[in-house]
Each structure stands twice: as C-alpha cells, then as structure tokens.
C-alpha cells in the first residue's frame, strides 16, 4: 500500500472509485451498528452472576453490622477495604456509597462549589469565574457535569504519559483555576497511564497554584482493567500528596461499575480523613445509610479474588482491541492519514484524522449504519477546533459485528481523506 500523497492523481481517483462503490454497498445493507459507548458487553456482566449467591442468607458484615438495616454512612468495613484495593489507597481515606462514581464526583463538586470540603469558608463559588482543567481529548461527562455546575473549562493536551505538565504550571498561575480532571490510567479515550514524574507532578499542584482551593479530581475509573497481568502500576497521589502538603486538596473517585454488573455496582471515593468527615456530613443529611446488601455481597464475591475476576474480563476484551488495531492497522497504517492509541487496558482507542475530517468521517458512518462517538465529544462543549478526534468503543459489540463494524469505520476514514485530497488537486 502506498502513502496517499505519494498516489498520482489518475491513481487517487482510482481508488475513490473503488472506495465509493465499496461505501455504496455498505449503505445499501441497511446495517445497525453500534460504537457509541464504552459499556460491558452481555458475556462480561456473565462472569458476575454468582453476586447474588454470595448473601446465601447471612446478611452479618464482619464487623457485626446487620446490613438490612440503616447506619455506617461511609459503608460497611469490607466494602471500603474493596474500594482501596482498586484505588491503591488505604481502607481508612475510603466511602463506600451508591452504585455510581459520577454519583460521588457531582455530589464532591457541588460540594466544593457551594460550602467547600474544608470547613473554613472556602468555595468555589464564592466569587469571580471558577474554572477547571480538562485534559483533552476527555471524557464527555466530565465536561457536563463541570458545565453543569457552572464551572468553566480550560483545555489542556494530554501526552502519551498524562496533561502536558508545562501547559498545567502556566494555566495554574490563574486563581480562578480551581482543579484538573484526570483519568489516570488508561485515560479516557486515548488509553495512556500518567507517568510517575507526572501523578507527582499533579499532587503538588494545589501548593503551586494562585488558587487556595485548588483540587485535583482523580478519576481511576479503569484501575483494574488490564489486559494482561500482572497489572500496569500507577503512581499512589494520595499518598504523594500527603508527601507534599496538599491531601487535602485530592479526591479520587472509582466504582465497580466495569467490574461486575454496571447498574446494580459500588461507587468509591476516597479523600484525607478531614475531608471525608465533610463528605460523610452532606451524605448524612439526604440518607441513613447506602445500600449495605449490595456491598456485602460485593466484598464475598470479590474478596480475595479481584484479580482473577479482571483477567476474566480481560479474556473477553483482549481479542476485541487486537481485532480493531489490526483493522486499523492493516487499512490505515500505510496510507499515512490517521494515527491512532494501542491501550493496554480499558475501554477505548482514540483516533485521530487529517485535521477537519472528523466530523465527515462521522457523517459518512451514519448514513452507512454505524453510530459512533459523536465527533467533538472528547473535548468540553463538542468543540474540537481542529476536528480530528474519534473515540472508538470495542466492548459491547460481538466480535463478528466489531469487525463489520471496523471495515465500515475505515472505509469511512479513507473515503473522507481521499474526498479532500482530490478537491486539494
């Protein structure tokens, strides 16, 4: 396969020819296919269906609690010590609550916005223009929520190891900065893991930036979602953090919602123990208590064996990511007009076109019967200036439709570019 640039232009419309009787088929097929969203597919919440064996009855938690009833706010003691074993952090820094990580960063960040996490009258809100650090491409609900709330975004490029650092320490220099989302490792969708140099980098943010209420939101959603073991490590920044002075300026949230079955899961976060306690006190204000039963049944069912549950799911994923980076691979390598992230773990690839194609390439996807991400989506307010970013989402669809799927896609990709190069001639 040739270079595209390197094709004649006798050869260019050649092979737009080809491509649009290629496309035309597709699109007569009347197909319906899915890469929208990163969700577990039917065989992945399968490996979870022992959960509910696990209670047989005895609904006591080890330290005497009658989970059925009300009571333990920050949840029952083996269910925060699963939580710290997926966030790497001790037991004693972890709540246990809902069944929803973004449950816990809304509540955290409206938290911060309207009474703060210190209990010495900082907020957010208080005045000026709060904004936060978005690291791009992102994930898509961060910017809604952070939009929701009222706060700004200020993007930032993220790097094959974490938010460009030196883009970080000149934008902090702005007291109406007042934090970064991150998703650590495996980030969210372009699959890299913050270096160590970087998560120490981060956890000393707060004691650099002009804004006293700067906070770090630790997004470690795909902590466990590896592909091979033993698992890629990652930097512990609650612990550097307190190293640096600033642990109380760090949230980190996570959940089992990948794990195990995605509606009915376990939702963390974790934070230093002053902080916790103004987070136990807005949770005691709306409920008695989380669901304890869920959390009980949670911890029997993966206590002890965390891992081996993750290498279950790993055995289903492994072959779908293999299969899109050797479509990609194989019809878009050579032809130098996409790049695109190989993850070790989690739930996405993250491609990039020639600048001003994504949007076309998502067009032309449609109205051939295949719904992706929508372009613009992994950046704050669908706004991706050079229009190039596309998330792509493996995990829900059979092998058998990812791979239509992806000959679909690529099709896509080539059709647009070669559309542009030609009207360049």
């Excluded at 059925?68 to 925060?80: C, F, T, V």
Aim: glycine share 10%; charged share 20%.
């Amino acid at each position: 396969m040739t270079r595209l640039t390197d094709l004649t232009t006798d050869a260019l419309k050649a092979l737009a020819g080809d491509l649009e009787r290629e496309y035309g088929l597709y699109r007569g097929n009347r197909l319906a296919l899915d890469l929208t969203r990163g969700k577990p597919a039917a065989d992945q919440l399968d490996l979870s269906n022992g959960l509910d064996d696990t209670i047989g009855g005895n609904y006591i938690a080890s330290d005497g609690t009658d989970t059925r009833n009300y009571g333990q706010i920050r949840g029952i003691p083996e269910a925060r010590a699963l939580g710290a074993e997926i966030m790497g952090v001790p037991a004693a820094n972890v709540i246990c609550w809902g069944n929803s990580s973004l449950a816990l960063m809304y509540l955290c960040v409206e938290l911060l916005m309207t009474d703060g996490i210190w209990g010495d009258g900082r907020r957010w809100g208080a005045g000026g223009a709060p904004k936060v650090l978005t690291p791009v491409p992102g994930y898509d609900r961060h910017f809604t929520l952070s939009d929701r709330l009222g706060l700004g975004m200020v993007n930032v490029p993220i790097t094959d190891h974490g938010p460009d650092l030196h883009a970080v320490r000149e934008l902090v220099s702005d007291p109406d900065i007042k934090g970064i989302w991150c998703v650590p490792k495996y980030s969210n969708p372009t699959g890299c893991i913050y270096s160590d140099a970087t998560v120490a980098a981060i956890a000393e943010l707060p004691s650099v930036a002009a804004a006293d209420d700067f906070v770090v939101l630790w997004d470690n959603a795909y902590a466990v979602h590896d592909f091979s073991f033993p698992r890629q490590p990652l930097a512990d920044v609650l612990a550097l953090a307190g190293a640096a002075g600033t642990a109380d300026h760090v949230l980190i949230f996570s959940s089992t919602s990948k794990i195990t079955h995605a509606s009915a899961g376990l939702g963390f976060v974790a934070a230093s123990p002053a902080v916790l306690n103004v987070i136990e006190a807005r949770l005691n204000v709306s409920s008695v208590g989380p669901d304890k039963v869920s959390q009980l049944r949670h911890a029997r069912f993966l206590g002890g064996r965390l891992e081996a549950h993750m290498a279950g799911h790993a055995a289903l994923l492994r072959p779908k990511f293999e299969l899109v980076e050797n479509v990609l691979s194989r019809e878009l390598g050579e032809l130098d007009i996409a790049t695109w992230s190989k993850p070790e773990g989690g739930y996405f690839v993250s491609l990039d076109t020639r600048p001003g194609l994504a949007g076309e390439v998502g067009r032309l996807a449609k109205e051939a019967g295949l719904a992706i991400t929508p372009p613009g989506a992994t950046f704050p307010y669908g706004n991706d200036q050079e229009d190039r970013n596309l998330r792509i989402a493996p995990t829900f669809a059979s092998l058998d439709d990812l791979k239509t799927a992806m000959e679909v896609f690529v099709l896509c990709v080539k059709l647009a570019t070669v559309r542009k190069e030609l009207s360049h001639r």
